[in-house]
């Protein structure tokens, strides 16, 4: 089991920036890509970005791509969502998933574990 718990979720004005943070714990040992989904409210959970477990991958939606960068720590278990240009779009509960996987999926089916989210949102 791997236990994810995200932060960094705020209000901020169109243009400005946050940092999300996801935090992993219990079976880290093993290999996962993490990826950052979000679902806004009345829509469906969309894919944002996600990295593979080397770090060496990095894959996002044309919709962040750009403005966004996924990085991450295996020595920390912790996985960033840098977003700067943000929009009133971008306003949604951002989730921290993982998946027991090599290669990045953009699909939220794939992903073994999520975390609870944090909200993020975005004023004009």
């Known amino acids: 089991q791997v236990q994810l718990v995200e932060s960094g979720g705020g209000s901020v004005q169109s243009g400005g920036s946050l940092r999300l943070s996801c935090a992993a714990s219990?079976?880290?040992?093993?290999?996962?890509?993490m990826g950052w989904f979000r679902q806004a409210p009345g829509k469906e959970r969309e894919f944002v970005s996600a990295?593979?477990?080397?770090?060496?991958?990095?894959y996002y939606s044309s919709s962040v791509k750009g403005r966004f960068t996924i990085s991450g720590d295996n020595a920390k278990n912790t996985v960033w969502l840098q977003m700067n240009s943000l929009k009133p779009e971008d306003t949604a509960v951002y989730y921290c998933?993982?998946?027991?996987?090599?290669?990045?999926?953009?699909?939220?089916?794939?992903?073994?574990?999520w975390g609870q989210g944090t909200q993020v949102t975005v004023s004009s």
């Open positions: 998933a993982a998946d027991r996987a090599y290669y990045i999926s953009t699909r939220g089916d794939d992903y073994d574990y």
């Open positions: 219990g079976r880290t040992s093993s290999s996962y890509v």
């Open positions: 990295i593979s477990s080397s770090g060496g991958r990095t």
